[in-house]
């Protein structure tokens, strides 16, 4: 088991910048950042595969957030232009696949959460 922890949230308004760590207990394979809104589903939001040359992003995300990793366990979401529909708890997960896996079950690992509120 892995354990994971994330940092970097918090209210921001409309327009405006975070970025979110991660940081792994141990070494890891695919990663990704998935997210849950008040009264709504779980839902992925960007994967990175274990040698970060593959990535992938939901749609709604896509051209304003960018997932990294380092050599040193950390996982990494920039959040850019937030609007209020991306307010949620974010979080880390891992997974024992090498590629990136948009289904959820798949992930072991599942960090605490992070709150991103974002207002207008």
């Known amino acids: 088991q892995v354990l994971l922890a994330e940092s970097g949230g918090g209210p921001v308004q409309a327009g405006g910048s975070l970025r979110l760590s991660c940081t792994a207990s141990?070494?890891?394979?695919?990663m990704a950042w998935f997210r849950q809104a008040p009264g709504k589903e779980r839902e992925f939001v960007a994967g990175?595969?274990?040698?970060?040359?593959?990535i992938q992003y939901a749609e709604s995300v896509k051209t304003r957030f960018t997932i990294s990793r380092d050599s040193n366990q950390k996982l990494f979401l920039k959040m850019d232009n937030l609007k209020p529909e991306d307010t949620a708890t974010y979080y880390c997960?891992?997974?024992?696949?090498?590629?990136?896996?948009?289904?959820?079950?798949?992930?072991?690992?599942w960090g605490q959460g992070t709150q991103v509120t974002v207002s207008s």
């Open positions: 990175i595969n274990w040698n970060a040359n593959d």
């Open positions: 141990g070494r890891t394979r695919a």
């Open positions: 997960a891992a997974t024992r696949e090498f590629e990136v896996v948009i289904d959820e079950s798949k992930y072991v690992d």
